[in-house]
């Protein structure tokens, strides 16, 4: 019994001594986020990754929207749609040399995808900053086609992934910086690999398969309308 007392005794004056060192929940560093759910625009840079005849979608100006409701803990559902300004060196796989390029085209690419998302330090923020990082997959479009030109991009399925900070000062407003990559498949026509008259094959390299899958990142700053307790 005396042992018992004793260590009893000793998680008092533990807690006492912790509850001492801690912070007055005014001045604690942490704040609870009192909303569930938000609605961003924002705006950045889309970085494509290396297509080696670039006639895929190439980087550019992006801008979207997104939509994220907390499900539950430090974790919220995403819905985000992304508008990349982008561009395209189209080529006519049936000429050879200068003549198979079509010079630079203006085309518009769409990313749609659905993330997890989990705020690292739960429901709070810790000096009014919420470190965030996201999984998900969608897909991407593009309004690529230049005749005569075969290549179609599709609408190849893409994995989503990334993180960012959430800079939450209280009341219905916040920022937030967000990198994220989309990670999908390109596949070239197989015109491109058919040697023309007095040529050789359009411009793709042997190293260079047909299909395969490539990284693009995105940079962006974003502003934040918070709503519902």
Same mark, same amino acid.
């Given at each position: 019994?005396?042992?018992?007392?004793?260590?009893?005794?000793?998680?008092?004056v533990?807690?006492?001594?912790?509850?001492?060192?801690?912070?007055?929940?005014?001045?604690?560093?942490? @704040?609870?986020?009192?909303?569930?759910?938000?609605?961003?625009f924002?705006?950045?840079?889309?970085?494509?990754?290396q297509?080696?005849?670039?006639?895929?979608?190439?980087?550019?100006?992006?801008?979207?929207?997104?939509?994220?409701?907390?499900?539950?803990?430090?974790?919220?559902?995403?819905? @985000?749609?992304?508008?990349?300004?982008?561009?395209?060196?189209?080529?006519?796989?049936t000429?050879?040399?200068?003549?198979?390029?079509?010079?630079k085209?203006?085309?518009?690419?769409?990313? /749609?995808?659905?993330?997890?998302?989990?705020?690292?330090?739960?429901?709070?923020?810790?000096?009014?900053?919420?470190?965030?990082v996201?999984?998900g997959?969608?897909?991407?479009?593009?309004?690529?086609?230049?005749?005569?030109?075969?290549?179609?991009?599709?609408?190849?399925?893409?994995?989503?992934?990334?993180?960012?900070?959430?800079?939450?000062?209280?009341?219905?407003?916040?920022?937030?910086?967000?990198?994220?990559?989309?990670? /999908?498949?390109?596949?070239?026509?197989?015109?491109?690999?058919?040697?023309? %008259?007095?040529? %050789?094959?359009?411009a793709?390299?042997?190293?260079?398969?047909r299909?395969?899958?490539?990284?693009?990142?995105?940079?962006?700053?974003?502003?934040?309308?918070?709503?519902?307790r």
């Amino acid at each position: 019994m005396k042992l018992l007392l004793s260590a009893l005794a000793l998680v008092v004056v533990a807690t006492t001594a912790r509850a001492q060192v801690g912070h007055l929940p005014q001045n604690s560093p942490f @704040r609870d986020v009192e909303t569930s759910q938000e609605l961003t625009f924002f705006g950045g840079r889309y970085s494509a990754g290396q297509d080696l005849i670039n006639v895929a979608p190439q980087g550019g100006p992006m801008f979207g929207l997104r939509y994220e409701k907390h499900v539950g803990g430090p974790a919220s559902l995403m819905v @985000r749609w992304s508008h990349v300004n982008s561009e395209r060196f189209p080529i006519d796989p049936t000429k050879t040399g200068s003549a198979a390029q079509l010079g630079k085209k203006s085309v518009s690419l769409n990313l /749609y995808d659905i993330n997890l998302a989990i705020n690292l330090t739960g429901e709070k923020s810790f000096h009014h900053i919420v470190p965030v990082v996201n999984l998900g997959a969608g897909v991407a479009t593009c309004g690529c086609t230049v005749e005569p030109d075969p290549y179609k991009f599709g609408t190849p399925f893409a994995f989503s992934f990334g993180g960012g900070l959430r800079y939450v000062p209280g009341g219905r407003f916040q920022l937030r910086v967000d990198l994220n990559d989309y990670l /999908y498949q390109l596949k070239y026509p197989t015109q491109y690999y058919v040697i023309p %008259t007095g040529g %050789t094959a359009a411009a793709v390299p042997a190293k260079q398969s047909r299909s395969f899958w490539k990284n693009n990142g995105a940079l962006t700053l974003g502003a934040s309308v918070l709503f519902f307790r």
